[in-house]
Structure formats: structure tokens, C-alpha cells
């Protein structure tokens, strides 16, 4: 692949089928979809609702509307990306084109407390995920100034971030990749959201977030005729910018293989800290209240702030590191405290 004055050996499937993407040959959502009957497994409701959303007219006829959008091959077939957005189980064809939601406790991935599958057309989905994920954050409501309106749901993280983030692994996910799902996990600090295939080749690394391009054009175009792409936004920078407003970490973003991104909670330390009071002496409890609020903080430093000989405060610092609440990040000079923030 020559790039400027420079040509790159492509040696991997990805870079390969991303190649070809790009030259307009092999888009899975526009391949046929061989096994389904469209007079028996497209659902009427479906079509309806995406009539709807769409603004499409009466007037038109169901058929006129599929080959106005260009969803059936020339021999016939409905193609992949219809049959995930038409179908009444579109999983029934697509095995892993589904959500995966979990919930952990803690910040690891031991104890499982909830566990469910979203299935459906895409659309559906992403209506499901929605509601599902509502139910496991922090939502409070502003009922003033609001009249006779409904009153305003306040995430903890803000909603359309998630719609940015969901819309993005829908539509962008790798397809051929058959042996992954995407998934929506949540834990104590954090919401991750993964989806098979990572950034598009045709992207390079530094424009991230700047440039788009689809990996699943007719999927991003029927997501388009409905709003959603543009209800929720423009994409990566808006994620950004609504995290910033909000006074939360930025969104982090894994590009390689299995594209994440991951939105940091607000965090309470105090509560935190103080389900940990049982459990530890106060001394450990105080070292951690010195490395939270210096997470450079040296030992020297701890023997003041907590009034204990240097033997006495490795002991102490030895013991969270035991119990994982603690660890060290870099040399013993030049690095910093990390702490975990686990539950009892």
C-alpha cells in the first residue's frame, strides 16, 4: 500500500480486508445474506418503526423503500447490514451480532453481578442497552424550572456519551470478526465499551477523531436516515467535549484489535474509604488518605504524617500492598503510589 513516498508491506487479514474496504470491494454490511427469506423473517413492526423514524411517507411501498436505500443485491438477496436492522432475529444469522452487559463488582473482573444479552435489530439494541445501562448508573433528576416538561434525567456520566459511544461500536464494529461480541461492562470507577475491530487503516493514528470512516457504510447510512447519527453528535470529539463540561476525566480510547472506549465514574474517595475502616487499622487507613491526596508522597514523608518509625510504616505499606489496595508504579525516587480501589 504506498503511502506518500513510502510503500507498507500489508501482512495481517485486517490490513488486508481493511484495503480492500477501501477500494469499495468487500463490505460485509453490503454482502448478500444467502439464508434469510425476506418474505418470512423481515418483521413488518421493524420496518414500520424505521419508516417512522425516518420520516418516510405512506405513499411509498415497503419494496420501493428497500431498493430506494439499495438493501437488495441484483440477484435478489437482502443484504447483511438490512438483515441486522430488518430481521426479527437478526441473531439467528449473525450469531455474535449482539451486546454483551455485565456488571462486576469492584473494579476487576471476579464477581459477576449481572449478565445479560441485547439481541434484536441494531436499533433495537441500542434502545435496550440504553435502558439496561440507566439502571446501573447514578441518575438524579432536576424538577425545577421545568413547568409542565418532563423532568430532567442527570446521569453521572452524560447520556450522550453513551449514545456516541453505542452508535459508534454499532456501526463501526468488525462483522467478519465472528468470534467477538460487543460488549458493555460496568465497574465500581469505570463503563467500558468494546467492539470487534479496531481503527480503520485508512485512519491514521494522529487524526484520530478527525476523520471518519466507515467501516460498515450501509449501516452508518440507515443509522443516518434515522437520526442517530445525527442526534448524537459528531462522534470521538464530542464524547470529549462532553466529558470536559461535565468535570470528568476525558474518555480513553483503545484503537488496536478490540476498539474501547472507556469512561471514568465519579468517585466518592471519602465513602470509599470509609467501608474500609472495619477492615483496617487507622494507620492504614491514614496512609491511604496521604497517598490519595499525594500519590508522590515518600516514606519519609508518611513517617511524619503518621507519627511511625520506618520500620512500622514499611510494615503498614507492605500489608496493603498484600491486600491489593496499594502498589508501587515506577522506581522507588521517581515513581508514585497507585491505589486500587476495591471493595471489602
Not at 468487500?26 to 445474506?33: H, L, R
Not at 449482539?98 to 463488582?105: A, G, P
Not at 464530542?238 to 466529558?243: F, I, K, Q, V, Y
Request: hydrophobic share 35%; with cysteine.
Amino acid at each position: 500500500m504506498r503511502q506518500g513516498p513510502n510503500s507498507q508491506k500489508l501482512t495481517t487479514v485486517e490490513e488486508m480486508r481493511d484495503f480492500f474496504q477501501q477500494a469499495d470491494k468487500i463490505y460485509y454490511d453490503e454482502a448478500p445474506c444467502k439464508t434469510i427469506d425476506i418474505t418470512k423473517d423481515i418483521a413488518d413492526t421493524n420496518i414500520y418503526q424505521f419508516r417512522e423514524l425516518a420520516g418516510l411517507g405512506t405513499t411509498v411501498s415497503n419494496e420501493q423503500v428497500f431498493n430506494n436505500l439499495k438493501l437488495v443485491t441484483k440477484e435478489g438477496f437482502l443484504k447483511n447490514g438490512a438483515t441486522l436492522f430488518f430481521a426479527e432475529n437478526p441473531e439467528q444469522f449473525f450469531e455474535k451480532a449482539v451486546i454483551r452487559c455485565t456488571v462486576f463488582e469492584g473494579i476487576d473482573k471476579r464477581y459477576i453481578t449481572d449478565d445479560k444479552i441485547m439481541s434484536g435489530t441494531l436499533y433495537q439494541q441500542f434502545l435496550q442497552k440504553m435502558t439496561w445501562l440507566k439502571t446501573k448508573l447514578n441518575v438524579r433528576y432536576d424538577i425545577e424550572g421545568n413547568g409542565s416538561q418532563p423532568r430532567k434525567e442527570i446521569w453521572e456520566i452524560p447520556e450522550t456519551a453513551f449514545k456516541e459511544a453505542i452508535i459508534n461500536a454499532l456501526a463501526h464494529r468488525d462483522y467478519y470478526d465472528k468470534g467477538a461480541r460487543i460488549s458493555v461492562e460496568v465497574f465500581n470507577d469505570r463503563i467500558e465499551i468494546s467492539n470487534p475491530g479496531g481503527l480503520v487503516s485508512g485512519i491514521p493514528k494522529n487524526e484520530f477523531g478527525k476523520r471518519s470512516l466507515s467501516r460498515n457504510p450501509l449501516i452508518f447510512g440507515l443509522f443516518e436516515r434515522i437520526r442517530m447519527v445525527e442526534q448524537v453528535g459528531s462522534g470521538i470529539s464530542r464524547m470529549r467535549e462532553l466529558m470536559l463540561e461535565n468535570n470528568l476525566t476525558p474518555p480513553e480510547f483503545n484503537t488496536e484489535g478490540i476498539f474501547t472506549v472507556t469512561f471514568r465514574r465519579p468517585f466518592d474517595f471519602n465513602k470509599w474509604v470509609d467501608k474500609w475502616v472495619d477492615n483496617l487499622t487507622a494507620n492504614r487507613v491514614n496512609i491511604i488518605k496521604a497517598i490519595h491526596k499525594n500519590n508522590k508522597v515518600s516514606k519519609r514523608e508518611l513517617e511524619e504524617i503518621i507519627d511511625l518509625s520506618a520500620t512500622a510504616i514499611d510494615n503498614n505499606l507492605n500489608a496493603l500492598k498484600d491486600r491489593g489496595l496499594i502498589e508501587r508504579v515506577g522506581s522507588a525516587k521517581g515513581g508514585h503510589w497507585k491505589i486500587n480501589y476495591k471493595l471489602p
